[in-house]
């Protein structure tokens, strides 16, 4: 898995040598950086419900029948004709079939009405399929990136989760969430920072959840507890550092970056605190047991983690996070680790947005650990349609001297309210490698 990436980089080496555009109704966006991101990430779109239009009409009590209706906004018309791509919906809501689908509510199977309850529970299956492995990945189910299964249908994530936001606003709240994954993504999410983990069916918590190339991860299992506007978490949680994220649900392509794959934490044991009392400033710190350590930490893992989000204007945001220290198991245990990741996010209009990213990643443990990585990204995203979003993503990343690069492009179609289909063509290039590829992707997310 992730935990032998920089082990086998030499040998891959030689032998290849969060925000919203516009006031529409759209399914798959990035959501980082957040001011609250990092125990949402990827929230709006976990939704045990189908998503619905704002309605101009005066707020309507629980249970109430139009409370269901999808199309009770006035830019919509009384009778949805198939394919008419309501607003709240998809290019095929109002079809035969799809009253049911858009119909499917985890909440209302275990009898929890999202209205009325401040619980949150929900999910969603994401199946996708690429026709070869992508980079730094160069054999079937070598753990070297998240899409080491080619040329099948993969089950890349079935995903519940169990939560309640802790909200401060009115004084002291509890919280917490659970995440539990299952498919050919978890095995990249476990805990394999953790001691013993790194072998299929080895290690503590959920690093020893292997099913074959599938598997089990609990990503997430933490408290929280908030007052005015500071809230704190503590437990296993996703890390807050980085643009994409784990979640099929966050993130507008289905392949990942390098950037994110290999230069950053996934995720984290430890505390959090977040602080939002600033005007147009947040600020996060907190300590954990390294990276991607479950309950446990591996090397003796401690490092800090924080940084601030600061808007910049009304329409650009600004973000800096860092992790400093003994990062366990990518390090080895030296104390000095660093890195970092910096976002800039700028809605340039209300239908187009643009993302800069550049990460650091330097350790220090001579014989032991010592890389060296930095990376650019850059990602566009526009929105033609309520239901059509089109992006692209160019990104350079440097490990120890050698390049890669790629540059994607794809677009995101709403077919249902819950329903996205997310096709992709991938070039991946390295000067001083044989990498020369192009790749194509597609993936389906069912929310509920």
Request: include cysteine.
């Amino acid at each position: 898995m992730r935990k032998r990436t920089f082990a086998l980089f030499t040998v891959a080496s030689i032998t290849y040598s969060p925000f919203a555009l516009a006031e529409t109704t759209r399914y798959v966006e990035p959501v980082a950086f957040k001011s609250d991101a990092y125990y949402q990430q990827g929230d709006q779109y976990l939704t045990s419900t189908p998503v619905q239009a704002a309605s101009s009409t005066a707020a309507l009590a629980c249970g109430d029948p139009a409370c269901s209706d999808p199309c009770a906004d006035p830019n919509c018309s009384d009778d949805v004709a198939c394919g008419s791509g309501c607003e709240a919906g998809g290019l095929f809501s109002g079809c035969a079939l799809a009253g049911p689908i858009e119909g499917l509510s985890l909440a209302d199977l275990v009898g929890i009405d999202p209205e009325c309850s401040s619980i949150e529970i929900g999910g969603w299956t994401n199946i996708a399929y690429y026709n070869k492995n992508i980079p730094l990945s160069q054999n079937f189910d070598d753990l070297l990136s998240f899409d080491d299964i080619p040329d099948h249908a993969n089950l890349a994530q079935q995903w519940f989760y169990i939560g309640k936001v802790a909200d401060g606003s009115a004084g002291r709240d509890f919280g917490g969430r659970i995440d539990v994954l299952y498919g050919t993504d978890a095995q990249k999410s476990q805990a394999f920072g953790n001691p013993g983990a790194g072998i299929r069916n080895n290690g503590f918590y959920d690093a020893s959840l292997d099913h074959g190339y599938y598997g089990w991860a609990i990503p997430q299992a933490y408290m929280e507890v908030a007052n005015g506007d500071l809230s704190t978490k503590v437990g296993h949680f996703f890390t807050p550092l980085g643009f994409e994220v784990i979640p099929a649900t966050g993130n507008f392509f289905h392949t990942h970056s390098y950037t994110m794959f290999n230069s950053e934490p996934f995720t984290h044991t430890g505390a959090l605190s977040t602080y939002s009392g600033f005007e147009g400033l947040t600020l996060y710190g907190g300590w954990t047991a390294g990276w991607d350590t479950g309950f446990t930490n591996n090397n003796s893992g401690s490092n800090w983690i924080g940084g601030f989000a600061t808007e910049l204007s009304e329409n650009v945001t600004f973000t800096y996070l860092n992790t400093y220290g003994n990062f366990g198991w990518i390090d080895g245990g030296s104390k000095n680790s660093y890195s970092h990741s910096m976002v800039l996010v700028a809605d340039l209009t209300d239908n187009l947005q643009y993302v800069g990213q550049s990460d650091l990643l330097r350790t220090d443990n001579p014989g032991v650990s010592q890389i060296d990585t930095i990376g650019l990204n850059q990602y566009m995203f526009y929105t033609l349609t309520d239901t059509l979003k089109v992006g692209g993503r160019c990104e350079w990343w440097k490990k120890d001297g050698t390049s890669f690069n790629e540059v994607t492009g794809g677009v995101n179609i709403q077919a249902l309210s819950n329903l996205v289909f997310r096709p992709e063509v991938r070039h991946d290039w390295s000067p001083g490698t044989d990498l020369d590829q192009t790749a194509v992707a597609i993936d389906a997310i069912l929310t509920y």
